[in-house]
């Protein structure tokens, strides 16, 4: 099992910049993935951007060119540098990890971090 930390969210102006973080508690050098997905209240969980194990990126299209996810394995930390933020993007931001395990996969959520943006 792994546990998954977020942090770095808060309230911000449109326009305005955060970065999120995502702590996992062992290495993520051998997860199959690593992504960011948001909640809005009312809506469901969508996915933001994905990072894999080979380094792909992939984003949700009203995030492109505006967000970037990244990773560091030696500090088994998973970032999101978000720009350019506006008022829509606001809701609960979840870390996910996605590995296998004994030939079988799994999914680890963390807690959420909350990101607020203003008018």
């Known amino acids: 099992q792994v546990q998954l930390v977020e942090s770095g969210g808060g309230l911000v102006q449109a326009g305005g910049s955060l970065r999120l973080s995502c702590a996992a508690s062992?290495?993520?050098?051998?997860?199959?993935?690593m992504g960011w997905y948001r909640q809005a209240p009312g809506n469901q969980r969508e996915l933001v951007a994905v990072?894999?194990?080979?380094?792909?990126?992939m984003y949700a299209d009203f995030v492109k060119g505006r967000f970037a996810i990244s990773r560091d394995n030696a500090k088994n930390t998973v970032l999101l540098q978000m720009n350019s933020l506006k008022p829509e993007d606001t809701a609960v931001y979840y870390c996910?990890?996605?590995?296998?395990?004994?030939?079988?996969?799994?999914?680890?959520w963390g807690q959420g971090t909350q990101v607020t943006v203003s008018s």
């Open positions: 990072i894999t194990g080979g380094d792909r990126t």
């Open positions: 062992r290495s993520i050098f051998s997860m199959n993935a």
């Open positions: 996910n990890a996605n590995y296998y395990r004994d030939s079988k996969m799994y999914n680890a």
